[in-house]
């Protein structure tokens, strides 16, 4: 009996959390070999620690270094985005829906990726493929992962696959999904009480391409107004980031769930942001209506002008 880890991302989201909770449970279930046991990348964000509080699920034990250890990558295969001592951890399994990244390994692994709205999507599947039940709580909080990552499936990730699990989970789960999902994004969407630091780290990806370093943050709101009011604070935070990263451009996308709509904040780089988006950008901002992933809308126009 051996313990394996499974692991999302650095500054986990509630898909991250989830993801890692409920394959550990699943592979716990189908396989008695050895000892499936989900972990933390970080600090959890006042979304996710109402998730867990709410379905009474236990937060996973923070792991910030995994060397020397058997670990499962969810929701991420990038270098850029796991814990330390990954190069020197042994990976067994990848399950994903972003795109394929950079990770290598010395053996063959199971990799699953599939370009859909959440990883919970892919691991809800697997317990209905498999046949595992599923327990009301961790039907709850798949749900929630799935609501939380495709904004209530107004995300343009969101997949005819992601809305058909979600039922699926629902029957168990007995929600009412949409009011459920906006009690969900609503425990992150508060601004209030956090300072700027907080704000552009709680949803923080550090990205590369070719060389050039940049960082993308999001915060979702329902309603800019709190969040325009602290634009000065929140820019000069953004700059302070961006210095001790070594990153040449940081970027906050300030997202309007209701609107379907994102503020992109930004310091540095003027031209390429013009460039990626073909807009002209004022005072660090460009308006993008219709824009809500940073996966499908934001970061594959900047790499294609890096
Ligand atoms: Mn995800």
Redesign the pocket.
């Given at each position: 009996m051996e313990n394996i880890y499974v692991i999302g991302h650095k500054n986990p989201?509630t898909?991250?959390i989830v993801a890692a909770i409920a394959y550990a449970n699943f592979k716990n279930k189908i396989e008695s070999e050895d000892e499936y046991i989900p972990v933390r990348a970080g600090e959890i964000n006042s979304e996710t620690k109402y998730v867990l509080e709410r379905f009474k699920i236990p937060v996973p034990e923070l792991m910030t270094d995994t060397s020397g250890r058997k670990i499962i990558l969810v929701?991420h295969n990038e270098m850029g985005q796991v814990v330390r001592g990954t190069e020197k951890a042994r990976i067994f399994e990848i399950i994903d829906?972003h795109k394929i990244g950079d990770i290598q390994t010395s053996a063959p692994i199971m990799f699953h990726a599939e370009p859909i709205g959440?990883?919970a999507t892919i691991i809800a599947d697997f317990y209905f493929y498999h046949k595992v039940k599923l327990s009301k709580s961790m039907a709850s909080i798949l749900l929630a992962a799935i609501l939380s990552?495709t904004v209530i499936f107004k995300s343009p990730t969101t997949t005819e696959k992601d809305k058909l699990i979600a039922e699926k989970l629902n029957k168990i789960a007995g929600l009412d999904v949409e009011s459920f999902g906006m009690e969900v994004k609503k425990a992150k969407s508060s601004i209030k009480g956090r300072n700027a630091n907080e704000l552009i780290m709680s949803d923080f990806k550090d990205l590369e391409k070719n060389g050039y370093k940049y960082g993308i943050g999001q915060i979702e709101v329902v309603h800019y107004e709190e969040a325009v009011a602290r634009k000065v604070e929140i820019l000069k935070e953004l700059s302070a980031v961006g210095a001790s990263r070594g990153q040449r451009l940081i970027i906050l996308m300030v997202t309007n769930i209701i609107e379907e709509a994102t503020k992109l904040w930004f310091i540095g780089d003027a031209e390429l942001i013009n460039k990626a988006f073909k807009k002209k950008s004022e005072n660090n901002e460009l308006f993008l209506p219709g824009v809500m992933s940073r996966k499908k809308q934001v970061v594959p126009l900047i790499h294609g002008v890096i």
């Open positions: 989201d898909d991250s929701d829906h959440s990883t990552d």
